[in-house]
């Protein structure tokens, strides 16, 4: 249970002791039979100072969505980063105040839309607090399955086109290739890949089918091996450290104040993960580390989101050996559709079924804010009622729209060609922050 | 290269690990120590302390959300150095004011705790800025004042930042405003085809590098007769 701080150890060939990447330096021969280090090319004549303006996106592949960036520039270092987010704004928060709880859950896909299962997941243990009930162990465990293969799902899907940015495409397909498997799974339990709407207030739109733990052991078995290769091709690779060590360092104090979370804020070094510092689903109850980088680079944010899917294995194991069986939903009629053949051939089921349909579950008054650690960092949903169907206001804190507030900050004095590195490292998804 | 010194979450708090909150009662539970010495502390601008599904709720004056806040931050006995989120609150009922919401942590202490304001009903929607005490609250209270139309006073930059800058419909939401909008779907084509794409810059950012002067006469005309830029 303890916290383990994962040792940035940096031995690759073309490092200094710092972990800097070096340069081989250039011999000359110093007129007297030795060799002397050639001096350092002299810099460019300075322009007159004279600045750029630079606009990057809304449609450009390395902004990962649309995301438009509006830079100043002095020759290739960047001076000023003026974010504009927004562009796919479709008013999620509004739409959910006309709307009951569980219809709600089908907006949570398409919000963050690569981590769909675990905000589903986050939405429900939300309302529930609002309602006040408590679920049934084996849709705890569900629920723990749910949210870890979305997380590794989600950092898949950043790894692959993290490599892309930098220019590594090997790594791209192996990790598509292990993501398409989760989501094969996720079709046979849920019959929908993305748009997963896979929770109920209460329990699970569905149970797993027979033999689903079969191909998600597989899974777990032999994702490893994956894991294992890119971590070969890319850890100790010195065009990747090259790349990534030293950019958009945040200490700290910073990342703290900044509001960073997930791994952003543990690449920082600070070790707060909502799964261990305010549990949920008996998290605490589950082995795994949080890992925690030391520089607050964009390498030990590569570090720290590589050893979180290794640990996300580690926690789908345990789940797996413990789902237990027993009833997935909760049992009250108010709240969980009865089974279908119930609703078509009594008269009591079907009046529910009417009732939880037409109307919705009714929470008393009341709010609850519940947190989750998403992939992406802390992800809230704040819902308040006035104890009728539909809150009357229904509030997703994005971790990558606060996380993005601090690209001004990281990028400002590296070079153009670092932007999409650092951008990268985020791990943004538009969906999330424009809402 | 440095290397920073790790940060341990709790590193306040007793020795004791947090477990998943199991049977919470929708009131009653026990309040956050942190109410008590807000009350202690701050005595009539703390105007009530509520605790809904564990969840502590502490309801200030809205004239001393700073000193509130910046004491929370401050104080060694508090360290709430996390601001989770900024939002607001509109009511259905119209009597009801406006609330606006910070949920803060403390990661030293691992508390949550809710602070609340209500602006009194005819008051303009105006509050302090908690930018200068926490950097986070930069992009939050912009969206704040994007959704609500809720002004930070002290905020460096308060403009819009997920609708447009030339966005003219009101704030989304606010109970008042439709939820298809106020204007009809032709009336909001029209005036997306109607902007120019100079006014996909602001006039900060045609400034860079002298933007401003190369555009075409006939452009610099129209933005400085007073045509919004800026998005």
Known sequence: MAKRTVEVELSTTGLDAQGRPQRVPILTDDGGGGLALQAPPAMEPDLDGEHMLINIGPQHPATHGVLRLV?????????????????????????????????????????????????????????ERLFGIEITERCKVLRVIASELSRIMSHLVWLGTFCIDIGAFTPFLWAFQRREEIYRLLEKWIGARLTTSATRVGGMAADIPNGWMDGLRQFIRTFPHTLDEIDRVLTKNAIWVGRTVGLGVMSPEEAINWGLSGPMLRASGVDYDVRKDFPYLDYETYDFEVPVGTNGDVYDRYLVRFEELRQ?????????????????????????????????????????????????????????????????????????????????????????????????????????SDVIAINASIDIVMGE??? | MS??????????????????????????????????????????????VEVI???????????????????????????????????????????????????????????????KAQIPKGQPLEIASVYDIYRSADWLEREC??????????????????????????????????????????????????????????????????????LPEEMRARLSKGERTGE
Not at chain 1, 101 to 122: F, H, K, M, P
Not at chain 1, 378 to 405: C, Q
Not at chain 2, 175 to 204: C, H, I, T, V, W
């Open chain 1, 312 to 416: 996300s294995v580690r926690i789908l194991q345990q789940a797996a050996d413990r789902l237990s069986d027993g009833p997935v939903n909760i049992d009250d009629p108010r709240i969980i559709l009865p089974p279908k053949s119930k609703a078509t051939s009594e008269m009591e089921s079907m009046i529910h079924h009417f009732k939880v349909v037409m109307e919705g579950p009714r929470p008393p008054i009341g709010e609850s804010y519940f947190a989750v650690e998403s992939p992406k960092g802390e992800k809230g949903y704040y819902m308040v009622s006035d104890g009728t169907a539909k809150p009357v206001r229904w509030r997703i804190r994005p971790p990558s729209f606060v996380n993005l507030a601090a690209i001004p900050k990281m990028v400002e004095g590296h070079l153009l």
């Open chain 1, 433 to 435: 922050i424009d809402r």
């Open chain 1, 71 to 127: 830079l100043e520039l002095d020759g290739e270092t960047v001076v000023r980063c003026i974010p504009h987010i927004g562009y796919l704004h479709c008013g999620f928060e509004k739409i959910g105040e006309y709307r009951q709880y569980n219809q709600i859950i089908c907006w949570t896909d398409r919000e963050d839309y690569l981590n769909s299962i675990g905000n589903n997941v986050a939405f429900a243990l939300g309302a």
């Open chain 2, 3 to 48: 290397r920073f010194e790790v940060v341990r979450t709790g590193a306040s708090a007793p020795a004791s690990q947090p477990v998943t909150q199991k049977g919470v009662s929708h009131r009653g539970a026990e309040a956050n120590p942190s109410a008590k010495a807000l009350q202690d502390k701050f005595g009539a601008a703390v105007r009530r």
């Open chain 2, 53 to 115: 599904w564990g969840e502590t709720v502490v309801f200030i004056d809205p004239a001393s959300v700073h000193d509130v806040i910046r004491w929370l931050h401050d104080d060694e006995s508090q360290r709430y150095d996390f601001l989770s989120d900024v939002t607001a609150v509109e009511y259905r009922d119209a009597e009801v004011p406006i609330e606006v919401v910070w949920h803060l942590r403390s990661l030293p202490f691992r508390r949550f705790l809710r602070v």
């Open chain 2, 145 to 214: 004042y994007d959704m609500f139309g809720i002004r930070f006073s002290g905020h460096p930059d308060l403009r819009r930042i997920l609708m447009w800058e030339q966005y003219k419909e009101g704030f989304p939401l606010r109970k008042d405003f439709p939820l298809r909008g106020r204007f009809s779907r032709s009336e909001q084509l029209r005036q997306a085809l109607a902007q120019n794409p100079e006014a996909r810059y602001s006039m900060e950012e045609l400034s860079i590098a002298d933007a401003f002067a190369e």
